[in-house]
């Protein structure tokens, strides 16, 4: 019997119907671009959220994380409200609870309410979208459980809803899509406009290569108010530019835009967001002809760009990446929002310890706490345990 079953049943004193689970994800290249229409390039981690769940018949949604201290949270799903989200020690079943208030907002049944005990292996703050694998896991759960005719897609555009509508985080769809829809050996291209996906193959360990994630175990408090000032910035700078998105902007056309643009903070975070674009489509590029090594230098390009143009990098990031191209790899770039959580970089497979020690060194040099290591295949989306 798995952990989480057996857990279930110490937790409700019965057997739950079913087991499932989502990852986290990492996003290869395409930062900041998500809430610009533009594209993005996660895979899904190894690293996953597992659920166990069975439906009751009397409306409560049970809720309990076995990585949460609050013990089981207990609603009531017709009660189920996005201006008053869970508080204090159960705010974090404000994930769950969004995500059967999103379900039944979009007229799906799941009425009868359902148990849950949740238990995950992606570490929550570190960039890696705990979350969404959270709230991808749950979606699943209570869609299976009640036959509810809903695609991955859907249910990833619910999980989104759920986070910006219930939790309040006004997040793209990237982290969502990945946990829902990503396939094993592939990263996953989406146009996060037109919400059309392409599976890439990428698969790092046939051409000798791994992918190191390296989380800095920071998070500055930064983060959520130069969130909201970046997408202003972009959306007032597209505005200026008389685009609907930055996306709109073609490559060839930057220098032209950015000559138009009065404001130089505006012209940095417009630099950032269609360069990037373009190494998006690039890196697909490298991924489909076999050219991964190609790509490392577009990663660190990437850095760049994000911490100098869109200046979301922090000091324990920036290290990150320079210790390990310093070691060899071929490429590196902070992954994620930014102002704390992960770097990743693309290494040859046999250089691992020695890029990891690079890493860990230099962390001690500068006084850092040291960072977690953890190497990334780019694995398979949610699925049905058991
Ligand atoms: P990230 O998605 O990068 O890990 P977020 O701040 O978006 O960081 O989400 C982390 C939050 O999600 C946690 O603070 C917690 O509220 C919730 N969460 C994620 N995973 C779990 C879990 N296994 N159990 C309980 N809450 C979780
Ligand atoms: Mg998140």
Redesign the pocket.
């Known amino acids: 019997m798995s952990a989480v079953t057996r857990e279930f049943r110490e937790l409700y004193g019965y057997l739950p119907e079913g087991v499932w689970a989502a990852p986290?994800r990492v996003n290869l290249i395409g930062e900041h671009t998500d809430y610009n229409d533009g594209f993005v390039l996660p895979f899904a981690l190894p690293q996953r959220?597992e659920v166990a769940a069975a439906r009751r018949g009397d409306g409560i949604l049970r809720l309990h994380?076995?990585?949460?201290p609050s013990g089981a949270v207990s609603l009531d799903v017709a009660g189920l409200d996005p201006a008053r989200p869970p508080q204090g020690a159960a705010?974090?079943?404000?994930?769950p609870a969004g995500v059967a208030w999103a379900l039944l907002d979009a007229g799906l049944p799941i009425g009868g309410g359902a148990d849950l005990l949740?238990?995950?292996e992606?570490?929550?703050?570190?960039?890696?979208?705990?979350?969404?694998?959270?709230e991808v896991a749950v979606g699943l759960a209570l869609a299976d459980l009640y036959g509810l005719a809903t695609t991955r897609p859907e249910l990833a555009a619910l999980a989104r809803r759920a986070?910006n509508a219930y939790v309040g985080?006004p997040?793209g769809v990237m982290?969502q899509m990945a946990s829902a829809c990503a396939i094993e050996g592939h990263a996953l291209h989406l146009d996060t406009r037109s919400l059309e996906q392409r599976h890439v193959p990428f698969d790092c360990a046939a051409q000798g290569l791994r992918l190191l994630v390296i989380d800095t175990r920071v998070k500055h408090a930064l983060a959520d108010g130069a969130y909201a000032q970046r997408r202003a910035s972009c959306h007032e700078a597209a505005a200026a530019l008389g685009v609907p998105a930055l996306r709109d902007l073609p490559y060839a056309g930057l220098e032209q835009a950015l000559a138009s643009l009065a404001d130089p903070v505006h012209r940095k975070r417009v630099r950032h967001v269609v360069t990037e674009n373009e190494r998006v489509a690039r890196i697909v590029e490298l991924l489909r002809s076999g050219a991964l090594r190609e790509a490392g230098p577009l990663l660190t390009e990437g850095h760049v760009s994000l911490r100098d143009d869109y200046e979301v990098s922090c000091p324990e990031l920036d290290l990150a990446v320079a210790a390990a191209t310093a070691a060899g790899a071929y490429g590196s770039r902070m992954t994620?929002g930014g102002f704390g959580?992960s770097a990743l970089a693309l290494i040859d497979a046999d250089a691992e310890p020695e890029v990891g020690r690079a890493v860990t060194g230099a962390f001690r040099g500068a006084g850092y706490a040291p960072p977690r290591i953890t190497t990334a295949a780019p694995s398979a989306g949610a699925v049905r345990l058991r």
């Open positions: 986290g959220t994380s076995a990585d949460a705010s974090w079943s404000a994930y949740v238990r995950s992606v570490p929550t703050g570190a960039g890696l979208s705990s979350s969404a694998a959270l986070e985080v997040c982290d994620g959580g």
